[in-house]
């Protein structure tokens, strides 16, 4: 009983460990994110861009609250974001209003943004996600 009890109390100070090196990455994390454009990416790692334009993404922190905005394709666009240490999400974004010939790609991307519910931030990259399903890859310009 002693022994459980010790791998017990060993296991919660462990625990603690990792959380207080999560609040403390996330800080750096944070940074890394509010700092950077962040300019989308395909499948092979090339960066889109739609009318001579490219894809991206930056992060503002307005007060209290963080704000996500850029260009999708066509038109600019914006989001409330809402980051914490193990997860984002978006708020529907709202958009410009001109017309492209092309659509398609700016409709996909903006249709993405409120699905992502988590992120990492790997090197240059910054990958959002739902779930475990990579649907946004980014580089830092």
Do not use: H
Request: aromatic letters at 10%.
């Amino acid at each position: 009983m002693r022994t459980v009890f010790i791998l017990l109390i060993s296991g919660l100070i462990l625990t603690s460990c990792d959380s207080l090196k999560s609040t403390k990455d996330f800080g750096i994390v944070k940074k890394a994110i509010l700092s950077n454009t962040w300019l989308l990416q395909d499948e092979n790692g090339a960066v889109v861009s739609y009318n001579g334009e490219n894809v991206s993404m930056e992060f503002a922190q307005e007060g209290s609250s963080m704000r996500a905005s850029g260009f999708a394709g066509c038109n600019r666009y914006f989001s409330t974001v809402n980051l914490q240490p193990d997860q984002i999400s978006f708020s529907a974004p709202g958009a410009t209003l001109m017309a492209c010939p092309e659509m398609e790609g700016e409709e996909a991307f903006l249709s993405l943004i409120p699905m992502v519910n988590n992120y990492e931030i790997a090197g240059n990259e910054l990958k959002l996600y739902k779930d475990k399903i990579l649907l946004l890859r980014f580089k830092s310009k």
